[in-house]
């Protein structure tokens, strides 16, 4: 159980694959307008990793090795239609916002990596646990970057008014550099955290160079050198 958490969680924040890999950035950038296509779009993603990956794991021993690229593409292209088809059936406006990102998520870079990385090669339960990681991952940023540009460019959240009617919205955020401007903020301050729960305790740098270290219980060769 310990290691199958901590194959989700390596979706959710060390490997994230857009803060950390960086795959999948053209759809993530162009959607996140707003926080419902945010979350549309995360959540169809995820579908489509998450089935796909399932599909694959189990027939991963009877997939021919020299025919596999195809095979994978058909699998993702399968699921891509269904997820379409629903969006289009009961969410109509979020399936015209998000335009052809929906359809082009059978050449995400975010699927065919791990369906190919991974999900050909290991069993379903570490498949389930990593589909469900990268895309919960995908999902989240996808949302927070949607609402900070949703917010700052319209006063908004969800189509929802937030803050006083005397704001000003600054559209630079609803554009293309906005969202660049946006995301490489959430890299920044992932790259901050990570670098601050990296860092080494004061009693360790203390020893760096000490010539006292002996005294620490760390033992001494012949010549007396640490």
Partial sequence: MKRLIGIFTNGLVRENPLLILMIGLCSALAVTTSV???????LSMTFVLLMSEVVISIFRKLIPSSIRIPIFIIIIAAFTTVIDYVLKAWFPDLSAAM????PLIVVNCV?????????SKQPLGDVIADSLGMGLGYTWVLTGIALVRELLGSGAIASIPVLPSSYQPIIFFVLPPGGFF???MFIS???FIKSKLKAPSSSENDCEGCSMSAHCGIPENKEGQV
Avoid at 36 to 42: F, Q, T, V
Avoid at 111 to 119: D, H, K, L, S
Wanted: no cysteine.
């Fill in 99 to 102: 335009g052809v990102f929906i």
């Fill in 189 to 191: 301050l992932n790259l």
């Fill in 36 to 42: 419902a296509n945010g979350i549309g779009m995360g």
């Fill in 111 to 119: 699927i065919m990596g791990r369906v190919e990385g991974f999900a």
């Fill in 182 to 184: 946006i995301f490489a």
